[in-house]
């Protein structure tokens, strides 16, 4: 399970590592950017907490958000 939060409500959802897998090998976009989810709370953009991405490029909450 990959940990995402929201950037506008920080509702924080488990969401399974298959499914962020399968979002990434299908994202054709800019590789900066996270496999991102909508908020089920806000339709906010979640954001993951951490996640090595299928290329290499490592995502954190912390690179996002002042806590």
């Known amino acids: 399970m990959i940990?995402?939060?929201c950037l506008e409500c920080r509702e924080n959802e488990e969401i399974p590592l298959d499914v962020v897998r399968t979002m990434?090998?299908?994202d054709d976009g800019d590789s900066m950017v996270p496999p991102q989810f909508s908020c089920e709370k806000c339709?906010?953009?979640m954001y993951p907490e951490y996640y090595k991405?299928?290329?290499g490029n490592e995502y954190?909450?912390?690179d996002?958000?002042?806590?």
Do not use: R
């Open 3 to 5: 940990s995402y939060i």
């Open 43 to 45: 339709g906010g953009t």
């Open 64 to 67: 996002v958000l002042d806590e």
């Open 60 to 62: 954190k909450i912390t």
């Open 24 to 26: 990434d090998a299908m």
């Open 53 to 55: 991405g299928l290329h």
